[in-house]
């Protein structure tokens, strides 16, 4: 191993200084993804030899699976890259515009959470590492980590097309992986735009919308023939879809011609994606150190009140204000709740345009909104009761019991009255006689998560596979109560 | 070993504000100073994790701000806060710093063996970080920051959470390396520790220093000729504020 260590260690080989380091010895970009990868594996495995073995068996058995449902639909696969007709191409760029959309969300996601946590940035940037090298190897490991389950679940029917002879598949191995890398640089770009335009203040809140957004992309464009004129779309699907027998050679086509093995573009996409995350580490590595350091050293500012403005009021009042103010910079809070909206109001359009046609469309959007109060109860839920990081200042605080967690139901009900009152107000302009359906399943839908988050609390901190494991049947409890105060509602609407 | 020109940094309120600093090798420096002071800011920017809106830093004749990466690795930057990774072990976590570093891999072994030993982490050197106390993990942080030897330590709080034997191991650490000429520059909230273990000490107040010297020209600028260390910062401080 060649190493050098200036004025302590052996002198430096002549003409090393300043050099890059090998592909793989100790400090070079590999090495630091390495260990960032052995970090990310150890962590899957903490908890004991029980929660690996576990971990080890369901990922086994999910890729053994998979492998066999590969099998099964390779043939069809087969037939699809036989023909490499149009609709073979349309079918792959879909697939892989939805692929990428949820790379670039998981890449813009992970930007956010690196500009706003320290981590291991003080051993880092005060090593004498150069700053490029550390975000390169960030780069790298965000397109890991947003390709990983996409690419886990193409894999086997990749596998499987291959295991059939239909070896030109091979290459939507190099294209995913391109599109992750690419991913992973114009998510980072766009969120250090963001933190150049807004400040780093708003930046976390925009780049968590924008998130959401790519991450909904795929569904909102399944919603797309419900909102967009019949026109436009017709003019959009024929400007998109390639003449029948024409080999189409725009570049909006490539990647779709690599996964389907054709070799020049698969190397063009794949040098492009190099070249975006080098490019974007050599410009931004400096932007990188000093944006992430510059966001923490910098203190949050609040609204500056005279200190005759504060401690009034009484224990009510000042629980009451604690759990509104931390309510309100919940960090995730809004992307989340904008999160429940992507979903709903598509969904809400596509039923009132049902109901336009003589369908039960009240009925329907009843069932959304009873479903989406519940989704956007647990959200609010989860701040005040769930993580509380102070929780034993309270406990051990003179005050009641009963009315700390009176102030913690209270401010989530005013929020919730706030967000959730929204789609009602919609439903009494639009589907008056529906609302009190709408009112009984969603006042229900809220008040169940609301007692069910304070009968089974759970904290953020617990650990083990246990705690996981109740977490997660509290989450699929949580998911059949709202659908069922939805279906209650939707039927309670036909009814009256 | 370190010069520091004319300083300014600012986050939206000025936190530093033309500070000048001057410590030679083999010098204990003690940067003092109330809440807010600036201290921690003025250590980030030495150690090149803030950019200082103006002024110079000069590391061991190499000027930081123009040459980060060499200034760096001469230099060690232990924070208030050992940011240590949970799942590594102590060995892990130095061989880890060894290769930002780049230690060499026989010197580094040794050094690793010889701090773990020292800081009496050897029989813990196979388990995972998270399970140690603020105690180890402190102690495991200052291994990795003295693993390559640097000329000049800077370090946040050092002795907090260190209990009194630790604290020792710490101070006499400390002491063998400016005894072989290399620099250490500490902020502390426990005044009799810089009484003791520094050199020198300054004392800055709202981004500017107010007082700097011995312990015995601290006592005369304040004119407080057998008063402790706490009479005299607290004399100090207190003028400036009044």
Same mark, same amino acid.
């Given at each position: ?49 029980? !929660? ?29 890259? /036989? ?22 969300? !998981? ?14 940035? /003080? ?68 969120? @250090? ?117 504060? @401690?009034?009021?009484?224990? @009510?009042?000042?629980?009451?204000? !604690? ?32 109901? /336009? ?20 109860? !647990? ?102 109560? /709202? ?14 | ?7 300014? &940094?600012?986050?939206? +309120? ?24 600036? &201290? ?89 970080? =998270? ?7 402190? &102690? ?16 946040? =709080? ?49 981004? +500017? ?16 000729? =057998? ?16």
């Amino acid at each position: 191993m060649s190493l050098y260590i200036g004025g302590l260690g052996p002198p430096a080989p002549a003409g090393s200084r300043g050099r890059a380091p090998g592909l793989l010895t100790t400090g070079s970009v590999l090495w630091l993804l390495a260990h960032d990868l052995r970090l990310a594996g150890r962590s899957l495995r903490s908890g004991g030899g029980r !929660k690996a073995r576990v971990v080890g068996i369901v990922l086994l058995s999910t890729i053994v699976l998979l492998h066999l449902v590969g099998f099964a639909t390779a043939p069809a696969l087969a037939r699809l890259h /036989d023909s490499y007709r149009s609709e073979a191409l349309l079918t792959s760029s879909v697939a892989l515009a939805g692929a990428f959309t949820l790379f670039l969300s !998981k890449a813009i996601s992970e930007t956010t959470e690196a500009l706003f946590q320290r981590g291991d940035l /003080d051993l880092l940037l005060s090593s004498p590492m150069p700053m490029r090298r550390v975000l390169t190897t960030r780069l790298l490991a965000i397109a890991v980590i947003a390709g990983f389950l996409p690419i886990l679940l193409v894999v086997p029917l990749v596998n499987g097309m291959m295991l059939r002879g239909q070896f030109a598949w091979v290459g939507a191995y190099p294209v995913l992986a391109s599109l992750s890398l690419g991913a992973a640089a114009a998510g980072s770009a766009m969120t @250090f735009g963001l933190l150049q335009v807004v400040g780093p203040r708003w930046t976390r809140l925009f780049a968590r919308a924008l998130a959401t957004l790519f991450g909904a992309m795929a569904f909102l464009s399944s919603q797309a023939r419900f909102v967009v004129p019949d026109e436009l779309r017709g003019a959009l699907w024929r400007a998109m879809v390639p003449a029948p027998g024409v080999m189409p050679w725009g570049p909006q086509w490539w990647p779709a011609r690599a996964a389907l093995g054709d070799r020049l573009p698969m190397l063009v996409l794949s040098g492009v994606a190099v070249v975006a995350v080098l490019s974007v580490s050599a410009a931004l590595g400096q932007a990188y150190a000093t944006g992430v350091m510059g966001n923490l050293a910098i203190p949050r500012a609040t609204r500056a009140a005279g200190v005759e403005r504060r @401690f009034g009021g009484g224990v @009510f009042t000042a629980l009451l204000r !604690k759990e509104a103010l931390l309510l309100r910079r919940h960090p995730g809070l809004g992307a989340q709740v904008f999160y429940q909206f992507i979903f709903l109001v598509p969904g809400a359009v596509a039923l009132m345009k049902v109901g /336009d046609m003589g369908g039960h469309s009240p009925a329907g959007v009843v069932f959304l909104t009873a479903l989406m109060t519940g989704r956007i109860t !647990k959200i609010l839920v989860a701040g005040p009761f769930e993580t509380d990081q102070a929780m034993a200042l309270a406990i051990t605080s003179p005050v009641p019991n009963a009315l700390v967690l009176r102030a913690k139901w209270m401010v989530t009900l005013a929020a919730l009255s706030v967000v959730g009152g929204l789609p009602l107000v919609a439903i009494t302009l639009k589907l008056t006689p529906a609302f009190p359906a709408a009112l009984l399943a969603c006042g229900a839908a809220a008040y169940t998560r609301l007692h069910l988050a304070l009968s089974r609390p759970v904290q953020t901190r617990r650990g083990g596979l246990e705690g996981r494991m109740r977490a997660s049947t509290d989450g699929l409890l949580g998911v059949i109560i /709202d659908l069922g105060w939805g279906i209650a509602g939707a039927i309670l609407t036909i009814f009256i | 070993m370190l010069t520091v020109r004319g300083l300014c &940094k600012s986050f939206g +309120r000025p936190a530093v504000i033309g500070l000048d600093l001057t410590i030679a090798a083999g010098e204990i420096y003690a940067l003092l100073g109330p809440n807010g002071a600036g &201290k921690t800011t003025t250590l980030r920017m030495v150690c090149g994790l803030l950019a200082p809106d103006a002024g110079s830093i000069e590391i061991a004749g190499i000027d930081a701000l123009a040459e980060p990466a060499r200034a760096k690795q001469v230099t060690a930057w232990l924070p208030d806060e050992p940011l240590l990774y949970d799942r590594l072990s102590p060995l892990e976590y130095l061989e880890f710093v060894a290769g930002l570093w780049q230690v060499p891999a026989e010197l580094a072994r040794g050094r690793a063996q010889r701090l773990l030993t020292e800081l009496g982490l050897w029989p813990h050197r196979g388990e995972l970080c =998270e399970g140690f106390s603020r105690g180890m993990r402190q &102690k495991t942080a200052l291994a990795g920051a003295l693993l390559h030897d640097p000329e000049l330590l800077i370090m946040d =709080e050092p002795l907090s959470g260190l209990d009194a034997a630790a604290s020792r191991q710490v101070k006499d650490l400390l002491r063998a390396r400016v005894g072989s000429g290399r620099t250490v520059v500490l902020t502390t909230h426990v005044l009799e520790v810089a009484e003791r273990l520094a050199d020198r000490i300054g004392i800055l107040s709202s981004g +500017r220093m107010v007082a700097e010297g011995t312990f015995g020209e601290l006592r005369e600028q304040a004119g407080r000729g =057998e008063g402790t260390l706490e009479d005299v910062f607290l004399h100090l401080t207190s003028e400036l504020l009044a």
